[in-house]
């Protein structure tokens, strides 16, 4: 399995840089969460400590530096009760597989939108995730939180960080070119968002 998605990401049309991880602490965490190593999410986690698709979307591997797919909670302070959190993104968005906290399509990847402050099914296994994120429409589903100069930006985060932008991109008086863009620690992007859905009653 890990070969073919290797060949997967070879033929992508944009950046995709792998984070190398232990193949040993690779197979006894997927043995914690009960996936299969021929699985697309065995493969990742065995192999990789995760993956960075355009500088945008990071996949969290097996567990090294600052999170991983075991201590994500643990380490961000983010309440994932219900779910298994597979992805990050710069702005703060996150990708999760849906472990009945929602009563409608478990299983399936969901997603975290910072610009709305709710969770929506992306109607993906994880495997079609993957798929999305090598081959997908990435521009156009993040059009209204990408800026012109968004891969300079990008750049210069390194990982367990996020771009903070301000006002919110929630905020009806963001204007995405204009707002200021501060890199931060992403659980400080995180543990706001969070905040201010349960505020707003999401």
Known sequence: MWQKLLELFEKADRPI???E?????GVN??????ASPESV??????????????????????SSGNYGIL????????????????????????????????????????YF??????????????????????????????????????RKDAESVNFGEGILIYPYLWAKECNIETASKTVVPLSEILRMNDDFSKKFGY
Do not use: H
């Open 17 to 19: 840089k792998i984070c």
């Open 21 to 25: 991880g232990d193949y040993t602490r």
């Open 29 to 34: 965490e997927i043995n914690e969460i009960g």
């Open 41 to 62: 999410l065995g493969a990742v986690i065995v192999n990789s400590c995760g993956i960075v698709f355009d500088n945008w979307v990071f996949v969290i591997g097996q």
């Open 71 to 110: 201590n994500f909670s643990e380490k961000m302070n983010y309440d994932s009760n219900g779910l298994l959190v597979v992805a990050t993104d710069i702005v703060g968005g996150v990708f999760a597989l849906n472990m009945g906290r929602f009563a409608e399509d478990q299983g399936m990847v969901w």
């Open 113 to 150: 939108a910072p610009d709305t402050l709710e969770w929506e099914s992306l109607e993906m296994k994880y495997s079609e995730f993957i798929a999305w994120l090598t081959q997908g429409d990435l521009s156009g589903y993040y059009s209204s939180m990408k800026w012109t100069d968004w």
